[in-house]
């Protein structure tokens, strides 16, 4: 989660977070409704130093990352940081330079293989290697040494870099946070999605007493002459760079054990020691969480590293096996409910999402930014199946309906491929509407159970394309989705179900949509049952019988507009 609330909410609850308030019910009031009738045609100025960091150009291509050591000395005192990553690679190409990233203003001391210094040169924030020869599939190593004072991130997780706080007793507490800019803002990698370690260690060197909880599991501290302690941890799983973080603070510590669908999963909460009370109220929480998420997904995908939740000086990141928590002990957003609806108070937001993501986002990387929808959106979805888990179906529908409310429609979800570019926030509320629409579509809860399962087990640990996502839930729903992903995804208008009721029958068809745009949608014709029409961009008819009235499901997130009527379209207020 980058931000975790779309659209202009994000404006109004970041700044009236303690308690609901008239304005925020006035904005969700105000915002019910998409305004934009055509998508954005706008394209940003992209640059070399986006293509380098967001393509896989000649110097990444030739190289796979199998391993990182991280070592990093943290300096609260001056904000500066030094160390170094040992990049363990398979060579899969005869190229001879590397491209390693690493943020301005932070400096390359040196690059080093087999202890000899490697001629290197600065594109912005890409580093250029030379390097030795060497044979398709060696294994080989290179260790880059730096130092400096990271990008301070002042707005976490908004923006990203390094957070130099004090919690309220007045100690440093210090964390990273660096989703979408990337982790080469403050340590030296390959710094794309694409490319995933099989493993990592982090070992983090603090002044003592500060505790540092990073991803993994703790194999030792060191402590030091100079008054500072070494942190060591390590990650057995593939983990993605933005994932791997410093949380240093008064932390203490406890724990529980879970007995889920892969055996017994280690539960570890690290809250300010100051905090501890509260910490343990609020997560209790937590066990019940990954037993919906369990049933709904598959099998939490990290029992050889644990589940960590670390209370943080920012509201949350789903780093892997280190979750950051940032919510106040508070349910809901901060106190507030995003939905409208009530039902996000019953829960805290940022256990639910950001543990979503270890199945979203952690479990399955996009490959590419431009593919964060599959993140965001299942893990906006994912808050409304919780809700279903705790006050049955009807309320998870509920909830998810409520956050139409802070969608935009301002520019596509998927932008631009290749130039580590973000979608619209939309990728979260609009996204998660989208997937609550494909279940009706599916009209089969255990088959729609078992997509989502199926996702997780047949791109375990793995990196993926958004492609490649639409493509399986296509071929084993059995419907054709593409026009729907597309409308969705790459067009900003709600597909719009025009009607008109002429001598006895109903007209029907879709406006608003891209070409190819035929998606069934349920319907009820009153007073008779409900029925699927299966509209196309071509008016279709059909009788009415007894009818006398038409209404659309509220659960498929499209507008309906009668064209013999006056008004504009709306969103659908039936049920079936």
Known sequence: ???????????????????????????????????????????????????????????????????????????????????????????????REMQIDLQRPLVVDSVVRDGRRLEHRRDGNAVFVAMPAGREGDLETVTVHYHGRPRVARNAPWDGGFVWAADSLGNPWIA????????????????????????????????????????????????HDDGTATWEWFVRAPI????????????????????????????????????LDAAREQFAQVPSVVRCFERWFGPFPWYEDGLKIVETPYLGMEHQSAVAYGNGYVNGYRGTDLSGTGLGLEWDFIIVHELAHEWWGNNITTADLADMWVHESFGNYAESLYTECLRGTEAGA????????????????????????????????KGGNMLHTIRQLVADDDRWRGILRGLQREFRHSVVTGEQVRRYMAERSGLDLDPVFRQYLEDTRLPVLEYRIDRGNIRYRWTDVVDGFRMPVDVRLRPGPCTRLRPTTEWQS??????????????????????GGRGEASLPEGTC
């Open 542 to 563: 059909i009788g009415l019988g007894r009818a006398g009235e038409l209404t659309v499901d509220r659960d498929f997130y499209v507008l309906v507009r009668n064209a």
């Open 176 to 223: 990273t946070a660096n989703q979408g800019l990337g982790a080469s803002v403050w340590w030296p990698n390959k710094d794309t999605q694409v490319d995933e370690p099989d493993s990592q260690r982090i070992a983090i060197r603090v002044p003592r007493p500060m505790v540092n909880v990073s991803n993994g599991r703790l194999r030792a501290v060191v402590n």
């Open 398 to 429: 509920r909830y998810v309906r409520g956050v139409r409310a802070g969608i935009d429609h301002d520019r596509p979800i998927i932008p631009a491929f290749g130039v580590n570019a973000e979608g619209s926030g939309d990728m979260y509320s």
């Open 240 to 275: 993605n760079n933005y994932n791997v973080t410093v949380n240093a603070g008064a932390y203490t510590r406890f724990g529980d054990i879970y007995h889920g669908e892969d055996g017994v999963l280690t539960l570890d909460y690290w809250p300010l020691a100051h905090h």
């Open 1 to 95: 989660m980058k931000d975790g609330i779309p659209g202009p909410l994000r404006r109004i609850v970041t700044t009236q977070v303690s308690r609901p308030c008239p304005l925020f019910l006035l904005a969700l009031a105000a915002l019910s409704l998409p305004a934009p009738a055509a998508p954005q045609a706008t394209t940003p100025p992209y640059t070399r130093a986006d293509t380098l960091r967001g393509a896989i150009g000649p110097a990444r291509a030739w190289w796979d990352v199998t391993f990182y050591d991280l070592e990093v000395t943290v300096s609260p005192a001056d904000s500066t940081i030094r160390g170094r990553t040992g990049i363990v690679y398979r060579r899969t190409g005869a190229d």
